[in-house]
């Protein structure tokens, strides 16, 4: 690990950053990539724990496996509208409030906002076709909106997301996953666009304040504990 490294300027002639390649450089706080930037491998800035913000050139199509895991510093991001994916933990624990999503995303990976304790909101664009399990699980989100073209919401997704208050389920969804929504505790109302077929294990467990859930007549599996200790009268 390079502990004294504070900031760096890539020149123009870099196209990709390989894996681990600054993870643990905890004084780095700035950072100018290359605009001909084109991949940043694994873990590439992992636990960099002084840098606040970072811009991305067009042509990175994909944030890999837990690219800046652990940056709990970092505030801002710019994500060029070339990412189709954001991989598994990519973000997890970061410090943003906020984060615009680019508009042809398509696949936000296991874990990809896991553990962001400041993240209060986010828009999901309708090309986002899979949201992978526990993808926000213990973030800080108090309103998502979620992609049209979703059609399950994966196990854990949104576990103890303990201040979302009210979410939306698009026409599309036909899955609410395992423990998607348990421990949300101040979750008041969720209203059910689509024909859900199945409703998983324990998925709205532990909603202390979800008082009433209009379930669709598509609903054909509700599992197991799936409402316990919910408000619901």
């Not at 600054?22 to 840098?51: D, H, Q, T, V």
């Not at 042809?104 to 993240?119: E, H, M, T, W, Y």
């Given at each position: 690990?390079?502990?004294?490294?504070?900031?760096?300027?890539?020149p123009?002639?870099?196209?990709?950053?390989?894996?681990?390649?600054?993870?643990?450089?905890?004084?780095?706080?700035?950072?100018?990539?290359?605009?001909?930037?084109?991949?940043?491998?694994?873990?590439g800035?992992a636990?960099?724990?002084?840098?606040?913000?970072?811009?991305?050139?067009?042509?990175?199509?994909?944030?890999?496996?837990?690219?800046?895991?652990?940056?709990?510093?970092?505030?801002?991001i710019?994500?060029?509208?070339?990412?189709?994916?954001?991989?598994?933990?990519?973000?997890?624990?970061?410090?943003?409030?906020?984060?615009?999503?680019p508009?042809?995303?398509?696949?936000?990976?296991?874990?990809?906002?896991?553990?962001?304790?400041?993240?209060?909101g986010?828009?999901?664009?309708?090309?986002?076709?899979?949201?992978?399990?526990?993808?926000?699980?213990?973030?800080?989100?108090?309103?998502?909106?979620?992609?049209?073209?979703?059609?399950?919401?994966?196990p854990?997704?949104?576990?103890?997301?303990?201040?979302?208050?009210?979410?939306?389920?698009?026409?599309?969804?036909?899955?609410i996953?395992?423990?998607?929504?348990?421990?949300?505790?101040?979750?008041?109302?969720?209203?059910?666009?689509?024909?859900?077929?199945?409703i998983?294990?324990?998925a709205?467990?532990?909603?202390?304040?979800?008082?009433?859930?209009?379930?669709?007549?598509?609903?054909?599996?509700?599992?197991?504990?799936?409402?316990?200790?919910?408000?619901?009268?």
């Amino acid at each position: 690990y390079c502990d004294a490294l504070e900031s760096i300027k890539l020149p123009d002639s870099v196209t990709e950053i390989g894996s681990h390649a600054f993870a643990g450089c905890n004084a780095l706080g700035s950072i100018k990539m290359s605009p001909n930037l084109k991949e940043i491998g694994e873990y590439g800035f992992a636990w960099c724990r002084s840098l606040e913000s970072i811009k991305l050139p067009d042509g990175v199509t994909k944030i890999k496996e837990c690219t800046f895991y652990g940056c709990n510093n970092l505030k801002s991001i710019e994500l060029p509208d070339s990412v189709t994916e954001i991989g598994k933990l990519a973000f997890a624990g970061i410090d943003c409030k906020n984060i615009k999503l680019p508009k042809k995303l398509k696949i936000i990976d296991n874990g990809a906002f896991a553990q962001c304790d400041s993240l209060k909101g986010i828009e999901l664009p309708d090309s986002v076709i899979r949201l992978g399990d526990y993808a926000f699980e213990y973030s800080s989100l108090t309103s998502i909106k979620l992609s049209g073209s979703l059609q399950s919401i994966n196990p854990r997704v949104f576990y103890n997301c303990s201040s979302l208050k009210s979410i939306e389920l698009p026409r599309n969804i036909k899955i609410i996953g395992d423990y998607a929504f348990e421990a949300c505790f101040k979750l008041e109302n969720i209203k059910i666009l689509g024909n859900v077929t199945k409703i998983g294990a324990g998925a709205f467990r532990d909603c202390r304040n979800l008082k009433s859930i209009k379930l669709p007549k598509s609903v054909k599996e509700i599992g197991q504990d799936a409402f316990e200790e919910a408000g619901l009268k």
